[in-house]
């Protein structure tokens, strides 16, 4: 075994991380991540000139990497500096398109945004229960259906939909003009939309698109436990310096051992979600990578709200501003719980797993 | 023991219900329900409505002209105001500063204040907390300095919740610096008007402005303000802590809380099943409910005991405890059933007729953020817990 970060991806994170800190500082991000488009157009050609997008591709296919460990070193920058970039809808676009043996030049370079279409009101995680139908007439394809919390969906120049066909799941490429998009901005930044399809012509990308639709979900789900990751070793960072620089009593508010307790308790539910993290992205190309992400995203997700909870219980007040940066990265770590499946839904899968 | 209500309990509660249902502003209900912010007019309409009919003083005794209700009758008015949507009766004029005038004021501030409480004349607002003085509140540095016949203070307060509305703000000022910092703090009542006052909002992590700074140059209050004896501030805001008035367990928001969860739970939908048949979900749900029917009776026996023996004990800290935890776990559950559309922000300015949520649940991650300052403000959880581990184990 060997646990140490490749010198290609140690590179990339500094640099990834320097890019950050100057483009989405604190006080820069609680305005530009609630207004549309939600993002920031100049910090989205930054990131794509550094090849943040290539790490999403393999080698083979013209990239840099396409490994789960590419994807976790990236998300985990993303997470750190509570980046509002659509970088997730294009990770998860870019497996389906690689699945497609379709162009990846545009996603590559940033040039086209991408936004994957597979959440319904009444079916936000599970494939089986969608029920956006396609329909063809001679050789053109139209949907009808609505797809609902489209990550990166207000601002994208194309997205990929998954929607059901009498023999199955298939996926489409909709050019966003023939659809009805209504963007939106989210609680803990960044962007979205309700996608309502409406004998919207589209072109088929998959037919049989469930096994790449789990891929990329899966990818999806790795990158978000990396995000959380990134974010809980920052507001660690913030609540440790707090808790030894905030006097109330005469004292630094850590020296009571009440808090302490808790703050190593935080340290070591942190580790575990490293390491499921770094096993989930290890499994990625393996018999086992559903299994593995549902332990790492079921894990991640209680300990994150854990986190988010507890680091602005010990901040106090403050933490409950607007002004501070812990207020925002505690409704991220909450909120990702909300993206491609909670705690639950992931136990679930765990348990299904257990039964067969 | 019996754990029936009597028939005369009963009776209250029917009517009650009866008020409330004539009386509430079913525009006023829509909101609290929904979690949208009350304007100041939506406040001071459903003051006037409980004061007319003689239940917006509901903790103040006969003799100053309260209903007398015991802990049974405001444990129904609460739980059938919160399940009917009312607004909950801002604590500061009514439940707080009101007491310690009936305590410690002067004849001359009891006439002259309480009224203008009841009326809505004044609106009040807390200035204890500083930016260096939360939990420990007695290191406060906001100085009130006696000369002839008025005090100049200066300093800053913060957290100060809804000043923007508000006209006036009792504050706990330093009066004397040597000696134990406890035995230095006064009561004084400020007018908000006065020249040298400044009020900034902070704005929340959800977003919302109800909290704010205020800053004090050279502030000049009359002496004829000060509460008490100067000096004797602690021992007034020690006294406002430990007699438990305003329904720290907040077993109304719970209740309310929990009907609503439930009635979401029963209707959004999770692989073709209702998220209510999710045995995980339900697990959550009924874990709460238990806690929630235990934490009624919880909060029923102490406040019977502490109203028998006279003697307030240490039920405040465990119902502020356990009754932040059930409502925080609560809202958690709320946003949790929504799964991703908890979070489009904000959620009611959603272009068209286009629901991601049901309306009335449209704000519930804001809600669940939002409350995550009920275990830390009022003393926050970790202090409650200081207090009962001090006086149980006596080390
Ligand atoms: C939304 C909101 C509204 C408020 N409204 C008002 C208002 O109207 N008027 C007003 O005067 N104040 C108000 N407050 C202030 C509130 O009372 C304080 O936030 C509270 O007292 C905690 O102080 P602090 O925020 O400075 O945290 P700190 O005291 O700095 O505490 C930070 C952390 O350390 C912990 N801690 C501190 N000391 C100890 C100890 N000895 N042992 C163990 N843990 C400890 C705390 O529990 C907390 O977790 C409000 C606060 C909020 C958030």
Redesign the interface.
Known sequence: MDFETSDDRRMLADTLARFLAEACPPEKRATLA?AAPFHDHEAWSGLAGLGVLMAFIPEAEGGLGGRGFDVMTVFEQIGRALSPEPVLPALMAARLLLAARGDVDGLMSGEVRLAVAI?E??????L??IATRAERNADRWTLTGRK??VYGGNDADRLLVAARTGEGLSLFDVSPENAGV?G?????GGG?A?VILDATPATLLIENAEDALNDALDHGRLALCAEALGAMDHVQALTLDYLKTR????RP?GK?Q??QHRMVDLMTEIEQARSITILAASRMAEGDRARSVAMAKHLVGRVA?LVA?EA??MH??I?????HPV?HY??RL??I???LG?T??H??RLMEDLRA | MDLNFTEQELAFREEVRRFLDEKLPAEIADKVIAGRELTKSDMERWHAILNARGWLASTWPVDFGGPGWGPVERHIFEEEACRAGAPRVLPFGLHMLAHVLMKFGTKEQQDHYLPRILEGTDWWCQGY?EP?A???LA?LRTTAVRGGDAYLVNGQK??TTLGQHANRIFCLVRTKKDGKPQEGISFLLVDLDSPGIEMRP??????GHEVNEVFFTDVRVPAENLVGDENQGWTIAKYLLTHERTNIAGIGFSVQAFEQVKALARTV????KRLID?P??AA?LARVEAELEALKITNLRMLSNAQKNGQPGLESSMLKIKGTVIRQALN?LA??A?????????AE????N?E?APPEHARA??R??NN??I???GG???IQ??ILSKSMLEL
């Open positions: 609630y959440g009101p009444d079916a936000p995680w599970d089986s229960d609902s919390v209504i939106y901005g989210m609680i803990d979205a309700e006097q109330q009593f005469g508010i009571n009440a808090l709200t909870e602005i219980q106090g007040g933490a409950m501003t607007w002004e207020s505690a409704k909450v909120m719980d909300h993206q909670d639950d839904f136990l679930s | 907390s260096g939360g939990s420990d290191s913060t957290w902070i704005r929340l992590i959800e977003g939908k999770r692989g073709g999710d995980l979900y959550r958690d946003r949790r929504l799964g991703p559309a908890a979070g489009p922000f904000p300015a959603l272009a068209g286009l991601i991650a804001a669940y953020f995550r300052k275990s830390i403000f926050s959880n970790e817990r200081n």
